[in-house]
């Protein structure tokens, strides 16, 4: 197989990183004109965030181009009675926790549904404002997606609001954008 296709092949792999990594550039791009104080914090989330995705992309690129390497496996404790029994529990032990292991790796949320969740952050940021939109987006992914009790996605998204509310509101005594429902019903 020549490197053109392989190219290619890793292109149509990593659309959606390459995309990801476009969003955030331009999104740093319009972060620029801002002044010096209000522009410190997306620029670096945002330079933190393309750093990233550019260990991904990396990450990727290594594993198509077939330049990783295997990892190496620890050695095999020795019990000190020696028994063929406590040989096959530590084999079996060690067989669990490859394939919790392998499972945990292996979980992935396809490229279209992670758009759409994307979509459904900026959307709710619009309509609801940046802290109500961004609290009840934390709360849906960790709910519906993630899986989480409900208990510990109410925790996480009131835990958002308020970090939200403290760090630009309170500390930075930034306006936070109110959302297109709220400045219709003023």
Known sequence: MN???RALRFVRRSWD??????AIAAFLATSLP??????????????????LIFVQLVREAREQFGN???????????????????TRQDI?????????????LTRS????VAVLWVLGLLLSVLLLGTTIGSTLFCFAYLRWHAREALMTSGIFALGLGASVQLAFGAILKAELYRGWLWQLAQ
Do not use: F
Request: proline content about 10%; aromatic content about 2%; cysteine-free.
């Open 3 to 5: 490197t053109n296709s």
């Open 17 to 22: 990183t390459v995309a990801l990594a476009l």
């Open 34 to 51: 801002l002044s010096r104080i209000a522009a410190w914090i997306p620029r670096i989330v945002l330079l933190v965030t393309l750093a």
């Open 68 to 86: 990783t390497r295997e990892p190496t496996r620890p050695a095999m404790p020795v019990s000190s009675a020696g028994s063929r029994e406590s």
């Open 92 to 104: 079996a032990v060690s067989k669990e926790d490859a394939d919790t292991a392998s499972s945990l």
């Open 109 to 112: 949320t396809p490229p279209a």
